[in-house]
């Protein structure tokens, strides 16, 4: 057992409402650890593998075909987000996305899955996650995010960079 769940004294220690914050911490400890070991499995087992490829072609240049639109347009954020790019979804995907980045040149430089904890179950999978023809998958960053614009509440990002960790910096500011 991790020791973030051991360090954690046991609830019937505490009152009711500290035992409900801690069992509400394990089990999102529970759902993250579940959502990384499939978010790795996805990526060892070949997330550029054409049944996992999306079918747009014309997503490795700014702006993708439609129906993708900028977040821009739909939500309050800025255009261009430091560590993430220029972001393209297509709205019927919302909230989990993909949301395509792109760099200043306009070149496709990440794909973001935004998941909200309360989608993330015990038993929760995700396979194939969908990225652009013909784009590789690097390497998988995975984040906590409180909430924002678009997806309001606190959810996961994870995001399937198609540029080397060395070319993240392309979309840092």
Same mark, same amino acid.
């Given at each position: 057992?991790?020791?973030?769940?051991?360090?954690?004294?046991?609830?019937?220690?505490?009152?009711?409402?500290?035992?409900?914050?801690?069992?509400?911490?394990?089990?999102?400890?529970?759902?993250?650890?579940?959502?990384l070991m499939a978010a790795t499995a996805a990526l060892a087992f070949g997330l550029v593998a054409p049944a996992a490829q999306?079918?747009?072609?014309?997503? &490795?240049? =700014?702006? /993708?075909?439609?129906? +993708?639109?900028?977040?821009?347009? %739909? @939500?309050?954020?800025?255009?261009? #987000? *430091?560590?993430?790019?220029?972001?393209?979804?297509?709205?019927?995907? &919302?909230? =989990?996305? /993909?949301?395509?980045? +792109?760099?200043?040149?306009?070149? %496709? @430089?990440?794909?973001?899955?935004? #998941? *909200?904890?309360?989608?993330?179950?015990?038993?929760?999978?995700?396979?194939?996650?969908?990225? /652009?023809?013909?784009?590789?998958?690097?390497?998988?960053?995975?984040?906590?995010?409180?909430?924002?614009?678009?997806?309001?509440?606190?959810?996961?990002?994870?995001?399937?960079?198609?540029?080397?960790?060395?070319?993240?910096?392309?979309?840092?500011?």
């Open positions: 057992m991790p020791a973030a769940e051991t360090d954690l004294p046991d609830r019937a220690s505490n009152s009711a409402e500290h035992g409900d914050s801690r069992r509400a911490y394990r089990e999102i400890l529970m759902n993250s650890r579940s959502l999306a079918k747009t072609a014309s997503a &490795l240049k =700014a702006p /993708p075909a439609a129906p +993708y639109k900028t977040v821009s347009s %739909l @939500v309050p954020l800025p255009d261009f #987000i *430091p560590g993430m790019g220029q972001l393209f979804v297509d709205p019927a995907t &919302l909230p =989990a996305g /993909p949301f395509l980045g +792109y760099d200043h040149d306009g070149n %496709l @430089v990440n794909t973001t899955y935004m #998941i *909200p904890l309360s989608l993330m179950k015990a038993d929760m999978h995700l396979n194939d996650l969908k990225v /652009p023809a013909g784009v590789k998958v690097d390497h998988v960053d995975m984040m906590y995010n409180a909430g924002h614009p678009g997806v309001a509440e606190p959810h996961i990002h994870i995001v399937l960079w198609h540029v080397p960790a060395a070319q993240e910096s392309r979309v840092a500011k």
